[in-house]
């Protein structure tokens, strides 16, 4: 039998308990009582009372417990839709290398007023390891003075995916597949990961279900060494029902009375929220993620690896050689045992036909050669499909920041330029840092440097030429010039030699800028003689048993050398497939699990999230070193 829904206003200042999901107030009587009575006052309905008490004597003995239902307005059924959270928690963020508060808004979405807000310091400058508030706890939050970011969670201790996907009314799966990162940095305290909408990957159905009510309340008198579980056997009962049942009674006492639910069910059709039974186990989770990103052996004795590149410009020569090389690669790996079916898309196409394409090929991995920006039609398959999208030759493209899915291969500039100024300061700090000829605002490289720079250890040369005056014969000094034309660097290199010539005892390097690698060939020469260090992406060793093979390799398929370029395209090809296609196939087609490259030719490889939902970025830099004893190191930095 359904329990009544009667309106009982009068009666909110009673205790309430709740039972198998349902409250009931709860009414000690008192001498004189009537079941009547209580109904009166209580604006109660006399029927209902009477069929949940129906051992309740008249008068009622002293004491005793009366029940009756609380209206289903204050009690209903919780359906997915009716849920919405407010974050109880605080965010913060710790700041890493290459981020400004302008990329950490985007990555959270929230306005960079937002974080200025409640960093008032960041108005000056981050650094990295510097912890920044991006949500106060809602009682913390001044009005008008900030907008929450909702969308986020700080995982607190205890916590699983499971029990904060209950919390937040959505799935584990949704969970996972907005936080790819989890796979490695899994759930830990503190870890902040992106929060799905409400309800999201959640499937309402309509079934008749048998739902447990409340038929009645009787009642049995405490026997000498009776227990909650005693009594419970005797009536039938959960014990913890009937302690629940009687929240007033902490020592049974030997003829007490106590309440005991009658328990009862009804068969009524109800909106239920079916989820993934796999959610309830760590092993079953992990199911859950591989089958999301599917991860399976692909590329072995399994399905082979389908790999697309979309083509910005197919007949261009910096599509043509990267495809020529990829190419290259595939024919390095054909002794490992890898199976590989390549598409080329031609990117001219309309975005329609592309994305047919792509939907009908299914790529386990997709490399676009575009150097400028990602289209969106490939940002929106990339997360529709959760399949990675690797951003091969644009450095200036921030989409990595929001999209899991997407892989900057090329270190983005803002981190490349504190890279290579953090490390030249942990190489050079301590001399003396001379800039070379007019100042150019543009340079983010050279504004890197002087921030961390002793401003007294600084020494500017507005006109290029290098004065010995003010400088001491046996001191340390560290050259940067700001020129990028081959004409301005050839005067700059005589002006270093010179002042090496007349200070034969002072130790001198000079920082070259990022786009001096195109000139290796005719200013080597000189570059080692001042001991020049130039920062790069990219370098080939052509001495080095990986470009050898790769030149003959190349020249084998193709009869031809490799168009020169910088970076040299077809070598960027060759890299990609020899790292991506036996580390993907290693890490079971596990983008997250990629690994270190061992071997590559011309870029290192070293893949890294930046948050759980943000995509991959490819921190490692050169150092191009031009030594004084005519060698070239190619150092790796980060």
């Known amino acids: 039998m359904a329990v009544a829904t009667i309106s009982a206003a009068a009666a909110k200042s009673l205790p309430v308990v709740e039972i198998l999901g349902h409250k009931f107030y709860m009414y000690e009587a008192k001498k004189g009582d009537t079941l009547f009575g209580i109904a009166r006052d209580n604006k109660w309905n006399d029927a209902e009372l009477q069929r949940l008490n129906p051992q309740a004597p008249s008068p009622l003995k002293k004491g005793t417990k009366i029940y009756y239902p609380v209206a289903s307005s204050d009690s209903r059924m919780?359906?997915?839709g009716d849920i919405s959270y407010s974050p109880k928690t605080s965010l913060t963020h710790v700041v890493e290398k290459g981020q400004s508060v302008y990329s950490i808004a985007q990555m959270y979405s929230m306005p960079v007023a937002t974080i200025y807000a409640l960093n008032p310091e960041a108005r000056n400058g981050i650094k990295i390891g510097q912890i920044l508030s991006l949500r106060k706890t809602p009682d913390s939050i001044p009005s008008d003075e900030q907008k929450v970011s909702d969308g986020f969670h700080t995982i607190a201790e205890g916590e699983t995916i499971k029990s904060i996907a209950d919390d937040y009314n959505t799935s584990v799966a949704s969970i996972l597949s907005l936080n790819p990162g989890l796979a490695r940095s899994g759930v830990s305290t503190g870890n902040v990961i992106k929060m799905p909408e409400n309800g999201a990957g959640l499937v309402e159905v309509t079934k008749v279900v048998e739902t447990p009510v409340i038929e009645n309340f009787e009642y049995v008198t405490v026997q000498k060494k009776d227990t909650w579980e005693t009594i419970g056997e005797r009536a039938g009962v959960d014990a913890d029902l009937l302690a629940k049942a009687n929240p007033d009674m902490k020592l049974l006492k030997k003829n007490s009375v106590v309440?005991?639910?009658?328990?009862?069910?009804v068969s009524e059709e109800a909106v239920v929220v079916e989820r993934d039974d796999r959610e309830n186990s760590a092993e079953g989770i992990r199911e859950i993620y591989k089958d999301i990103h599917r991860i399976s052996d692909v590329g072995r004795e399994a399905d082979p690896m389908?790999?697309?590149?979309v083509a910005e410009t197919p007949a261009a020569r910096k599509d043509t050689e990267f495809i020529r090389g990829f190419i290259a690669g595939l024919d390095k790996l054909k002794n490992k045992d890898l199976r590989v079916q390549l598409k080329v898309i031609d990117?001219?196409?309309?975005?329609?036909?592309i994305v047919y394409d792509l939907k009908t090929t299914a790529p386990d991995v997709v490399f676009f050669t575009g150097d400028k920006n990602l289209p969106d039609y490939l940002l929106e398959y990339a997360e529709s499909s959760l399949t990675p999208v690797v951003n091969t030759f644009d450095v200036r493209s921030e989409d990595y920041l929001t999209n899991p899915y997407i892989i900057q291969l090329l270190t983005p500039s803002a981190l490349f330029n504190e890279t290579v100024a953090a490390n030249a300061f942990k190489k050079f700090g301590e001399r003396c840092l001379i800039f070379l000829g007019p100042e150019d605002e543009s340079d983010?490289?050279?504004?890197e440097l002087k921030k961390i720079w002793n401003p007294e250890r600084i020494k500017y040369l507005p006109m290029g030429i290098v004065d010995p005056a003010g400088m001491a014969e046996k001191d340390r000094y560290l050259f940067y010039a700001y020129t990028v034309k081959?004409?301005?660097?050839?005067?700059?290199?005589?002006?270093?030699?010179?002042f090496t010539e007349l200070f034969p005892l002072a130790s001198v390097a000079l920082l070259g800028r990022p786009n001096w690698v195109m000139f290796d060939d005719s200013l080597g020469e000189a570059w080692h003689?001042?001991?020049t260090f130039i920062p790069s992406r990219f370098y080939i060793d052509e001495n080095s048993a990986e470009a050898k093979d790769f030149q003959a390799g190349y020249k084998r398929l193709f009869n031809r050398q490799p168009v020169k370029s910088i970076p040299l395209y077809a070598a960027m090809g060759y890299d990609t497939s020899t790292y991506f296609i036996p580390g993907l196939a290693?890490?079971?087609?596990?983008?997250?699990m990629l690994r270190r490259s061992d071997k590559t030719v011309q870029s290192e490889f070293d893949l890294k999230r930046l948050s759980n939902w943000s995509g991959l970025i490819n921190p490692p830099v050169y150092f191009v070193n031009f030594t004084p004893f005519d060698t070239i190191e190619k150092i790796v930095i980060e």
């Open 78 to 80: 919780i359906s997915p």
């Open 259 to 265: 309440a005991v639910p009658k328990i009862g069910s």
């Open 306 to 309: 389908k790999v697309v590149i």
């Open 347 to 353: 990117g001219s196409r309309s975005e329609s036909g």
């Open 444 to 447: 983010q490289l050279a504004a």
């Open 486 to 498: 081959k004409n301005e660097i050839e005067k700059t290199l005589e002006e270093i030699q010179s």
């Open 529 to 531: 003689k001042v001991n």
């Open 586 to 592: 290693n890490a079971s087609n596990d983008i997250s």
